[in-house]
């Protein structure tokens, strides 16, 4: 009996150890940067209000565009982005309704980033 343990014994010991197992690396694409994030872009003014250029530039204009192009780059870092106007009219009917709108257009998108938008020069 006890020879029959330590012939068992020395069979254990003498076996190779098998390789050791390869841990799994981290192949997972980190998250984008914004994901998850509500940005609302405020292009400020419409309907040609705001500032005037010597050029006749007008900053609502200039403003909107500026926010259409953002839309794309801040997308690509995984954000949600809304703009208030995306049109050149103004949101209220006079500047403080059209204030009140946006704020009030942040707010129900839940924002995390409200960014408004001016120009002038
Ligand atoms: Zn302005």
């Given at each position: 009996m006890i020879q029959a343990a330590r012939a068992a014994a020395t069979a254990t010991a003498g076996a190779t150890k098998s390789a050791p197992s390869v841990r799994a690396?981290?192949?997972?694409?980190?998250?984008?940067?914004?994901?998850?994030?509500?940005?609302?872009?405020d292009p400020g003014h419409g309907s040609h209000s705001g500032a005037e250029s010597a050029a006749g530039n007008w900053e609502d204009d200039n403003v909107l565009a500026i926010a259409q192009d953002a839309v794309p780059m801040l997308e690509a870092l995984g954000a949600e982005v809304r703009l208030t106007r995306s049109t050149?009219?103004?949101?209220?009917?006079?500047?403080?309704?059209?204030?009140?709108?946006?704020?009030?257009?942040?707010?129900?998108?839940?924002?995390?980033?409200?960014?408004?938008?001016?120009?002038?020069?």
């Open positions: 690396t981290a192949t997972a694409t980190p998250a984008p940067p914004l994901q998850g994030r509500v940005i609302v872009l050149p009219a103004i949101l209220g009917s006079a500047d403080n309704t059209d204030l009140t709108a946006r704020v009030a257009d942040a707010i129900a998108w839940h924002a995390d980033v409200f960014i408004s938008l001016h120009q002038n020069w």
